[in-house]
């Protein structure tokens, strides 16, 4: 179970909050408080795919011994659906809009809402449910996706969007065939965006010939890239559940699919964060032991007082720059900004602009009554995916950017957390543990732009939206039926009728990718706003933790010259004790963060 | 003149005018094309069945099936005297002939170490009752791994040229995806009636799968392919969709009698056993022992039912002990839908095989007079578009496209008579007035006459819509046209 796992960083980060309300800290104990939210509610994202009708939603009912997506041989899922732990069976309409509708309904209702079809009104962007199951106890969310329906269309890139903030995915593929062209190339994509994915042979009590539909499969896969597959009977597991038939349960495959969900999903993440915690705590360790070790030094040493003095006062300076709009890692962040929104823009319109150059083509080939609704298929499909290419493109991009700042950030503060550490007495960490950091700074820097991008995406299908944009009607195709009926003479009127429907189905096509531009700009421009605002909150606190920590090392060392004998004495037993607390702690916390 | 006789006397002058040009083998190929059965291509997506329909049409297992991607050369079967397998190169050059073994009844060919990649097509004549009335085409999936087999599909059913080698062709989809309508609008022609949902049938196949093998599974699949074919989309370009389970179908045309009495055995268990044996295939092969059958006579079994048709099978032969094995073999046969199939392959194909064969003949001649043009051509295209502009049939079948095409607004009721008296649902004279099959001919009279007076007011009401007065004047000459049968027979 992945919530045990977490366990000693949970108290880990208590104790590093108690230390630091002990210390007046409360800056550095609400960024553990931040930490410590994370890890009472990790939010394990594990996305369920696939084509249409392969058993994705009876997958998870399987895997959740309960009924929770509505199973049907007629009518796919249609909306996500995101299951997480709860105490009670609830579910929760979610509506586009800003911020997000929300709206709570029956449980036994579900089906009508989810479902393709279902004639209950606008159709929610995604749904969430809670069920008390104890599998998802540790924070995993199982997301129900609409079935990809071929790849290249809206849904692929819809559902390849989803994987793109998962932190793992379970690939659903039945048994009656191997697997196809597209899913292969569904996997590859998927692949790339997430690199934890899990392949699902479901339906393997049915077809006689599993087997060898398993072994072709795995020589897919290894093209792929050596992707686990699992084969899987959720009816046996659902009879196995009810019935409590141990026997049954290993027959049915799923003992495998739980270990690989709890331990190398779960557990996983688990780890990560943990890791993470670990790493927090000790960047808290360092300031306060900087802080108390300078103050240590000039008691312990009155002659260098004044020097470590003087030194603090160049730290704080520093820090202080550090805080200032002409700090470099503010004028990177900021032109850096400039430059990705920009870029971002560029590559958008110039997918677009050649989308509607190849859309012009093509409508020049057809005649648009015949092929319109094909068309819009296609054009959706096409446009979806060239969302997602700049949406990746600004994902990378952003990556890049939070990492220089970092970078720039870091190498601004660390003279003047080196200089605090200069006075550390007992050298605590090895060599290794510096390395470890700046990877460590580098991932937190990774983290908030993830972050940003989960907030803005919330983890629900972007492209959902196209769906409602592409109401465009093609005109009336009222052409009179004599028409139609190829009557010599008629020949001509036919051929305008054409032009005019060709001309007509342009217009729609510019309209709709107008629209597109303005409304996905418009959105990625949000996005790279937010994650500036993200980068700038983020590095902006931790400046100020800076500044307050060389502040009182300041403010302490200057108050040793002031100090009795006596009162130095007692002073310093403290200061000691308080380190070697400090060192335990910290110890702790390298132990977890290296992990 | 019948139709087919104006398509023969086009291609009378049209061979007279191109004559000595080269063209005389295809003028005659077109020709012989006319009094050849019917082409019917079974086409779909990669591994939904095509070649297990295909056995079941001609209740033989003639195509080799199997679990992977099987069928990869395009594979006509016809009718003929004798057993013989024809391989068309693809690089042109002459057609060879081949040795070929049958495995387990299926043929198996020697393609003598030319590569599946350089094959064209190939050709099985073998003597069959059910080929004398259709030539089967088998075609390798769409949406296969490979890419170059399934571009051989396309080739045949949508090449570049607008003529194709099929005259009608059987759509099996086992859930509906862009890809499948894609393909079937590349089947569509464009200048004949556009777009054409008159030469083709949807398949549900494998429908036995969509309840994964649960006994009502069958039931569920009538209710997706009613949904189905409801859908604008499909009705645009498929006239009908049909559900067939194509194992069972198949299994059921070729049932042996050892067969039977190995599901006798399993019929033979109380209800419990048998549901604990029968809940997943492995079970089946591998538990209960004292069933006394080996597991390779299950496993057997499997391979020719499933796990569907096992339990279907043994659950029939429980209910009633003394059913025969040709009382079996019916039983599941109309199960499986393919009874429904093949009647409504009846009814919209094989009646109407004339409209059909003209159109695909009077199509080609298009073809050629348009990029052949030769002195005396124009004259040819001229008498081809007075053919495909005033022959009765193919206004029929334009007004039926135009209503499929969702271009033709009115009542609901009236657009619903509006097909069934143009034969959008049949061409049978009791279908095309909606009256029982055993309808009398004085019954069939009256009604037709009802429906003359009806269509003729619908035509000539100045408030009727001019689109619906063009396809009321239509479904006044079907009436005449039925009236005049239906004297006729009397006379």
Known sequence: MSEPATTPATSLVDLGIKACTAYGREDLAARLGRIRTGLADPAVHIVVAGEFKQGKSSLINALLGTAVCPVDDDVATAVPTFVRHGEEKTATLVYDGNPPRREQVEFADLRGHVVEGSALGARPARVDVTVPRKILAGGLVMVDT??????????????????????????????AQ?????????????????????????????????????????????????????????????????????????????????????????????????ADAGAEVLAVCDQLTGQFSAERDALANPANAQRIVDDLNTAKRQVEELKTAAARWSVTLNDGTADLTADVDFDLRDRIRKITTEADDAIDEVDPADMWPEMEEWLRARISYDLLGNYTFLRRRAAELSEQVAGHFHEASGKAVGMLKVYNPTPLVEERAVEHRIELAKMTAGKQVMVALKSAYGGALMFTMLGSLMGVALGPIGIGIGVVMGHRGLKDEKKRQLEKRRAQGKNAMRRYCDEISFVSGKDSRDTVRRVQRQLRDHYTRLAEELNRSTATALAAATDTAKRSQADRQKRLKDLDAELTRLGQLRDRATKLAQA | MTLV??????????????????????????????????????????????????????????????????????????????????????????????????????????????RPEDVHSLDITWPSQALRRATLI????????????????????????????????????????????????????????????????????????????????????????????????????????????????????????????????????????????????????????????????????????????????????????????????????????????????????????????????????????????????????????????????????????????????????????????????GTAPHIRLDLPPDAGAGQLRSAASEALVRWQRRAENPLTVHEMAVAARVAVRSCEGLLADLNGRAR
């Open chain 1, 178 to 274: 191997e697997l196809t062209r597209s899913e292969v190339e569904f996997l590859r994509q998927a692949h790339e965006l997430c690199p934890t994915v899990v392949c699902a042979l479901t339906k393997i009590d049915f077809y006689p010939a599993w087997r060898r539909i398993r072994d072709l499969n795995a020589g897919h896969l290894r093209m792929v890239g050596d992707l686990p597959l699992m084969p899987v009977s959720s009816p046996l597991r659902a009879r196995a559940v009810r019935a409590n038939d141990q026997k049954l349960n290993v027959e049915s495959g799923f003992p495998d699919l739980v270990k690989f969900v709890q331990e190398r999903v779960g557990g996983g993440a688990a780890a990560r964060r943990s």
């Open chain 2, 5 to 114: 006789e104006r398509t023969r006397a086009a291609l009378t002058r049209a061979a007279g005018v191109y004559r000595g040009s080269g063209f005389d083998e295809r003028i005659a190929e077109v020709r012989a094309r006319l009094d050849e059965p019917l082409r019917v291509a079974i086409a779909g997506r990669v591994k939904s069945g095509k070649s297990t329909l295909l056995n079941a049409l001609v209740a033989d297992r003639l195509a080799p099936t199997d679990a992977g991607e099987c069928t990869r050369i395009v594979t006509w079967y016809r009718d003929g005297h004798t057993y013989r397998v024809t391989l068309h190169p693809r690089a042109g050059g002459a057609p060879r002939q081949l040795r070929f073994t049958r495995d387990e009844g299926a043929v198996e060919v020697d393609l003598g170490g030319i």
């Open chain 2, 138 to 425: 088998d075609t390798p999936g769409i949406g296969s791994l490979s890419e170059r087999v399934s571009r051989r599909a396309w080739e045949l059913i949508a090449p570049d040229d607008e003529e194709t080698p099929a005259d009608a062709v059987l759509y099996l989809m086992r859930h509906l995806h862009a890809n499948d309508l894609e393909f079937l609008h590349a089947f569509h022609d464009t200048e004949v009636s556009r777009p054409n949902p008159v030469n083709a049938i949807g398949v549900l196949s494998r429908a036995d799968e969509i309840g994964v093998g649960r006994l009502d599974a069958m039931a569920s699949a009538r209710r997706i392919a009613a949904r189905l074919a409801g859908d604008g989309n499909v009705r645009r370009v498929v006239q009908t969709v049909v559900p067939v389970a194509g194992l069972l179908a198949e299994t059921a045309a070729t049932l042996t009698e050892t067969e039977v009495r190995h599901l006798r055995a399993v019929a033979g268990l109380e209800v419990k056993p048998a549901e604990e044996l029968l809940l997943t295939a492995d079970r089946f092969v591998n538990t209960l022992p004292e069933l006394g059958l080996t597991s390779i006579e299950r496993e057997a079994l499997l391979a020719r039912f499933g796990l569907y048709g096992i339990r279907l099978a043994s659950t029939l032969l429980r209910q009633d002990g003394q059913t025969t094995a040709t009382g079996l073999a019916r039983e599941l046969t109309d199960r499986s839908g393919l009874t429904e199939l093949q009647e409504v392959l009846g009814s919209l194909f094989f009646e109407r095989r004339d409209v059909l064969k003209a159109r695909s003949a009077l199509l080609a001649l298009d073809t050629l007079t348009r990029t052949r043009p030769r002195s005396g051509s124009p004259a040819v295209a001229a008498e081809v578009e007075e053919i495909v502009a005033s022959a009765h049939p193919f206004n029929e079948l334009r007004v039926l496209a135009t209503l499929r095409a969702g271009w033709l607004g009115g009542k609901p009721a009236v657009v619903e008579e509006l097909e069934r008296v143009i034969g959008g649902t």
């Open chain 1, 146 to 175: 609409p079935g990809v329906g071929g790849l290249g269309s809206a849904h692929a890139a819809a559902g390849l969007a989803a994987i793109s903030v998962a932190d793992a995915v379970v690939f659903v593929t039945d048994a």
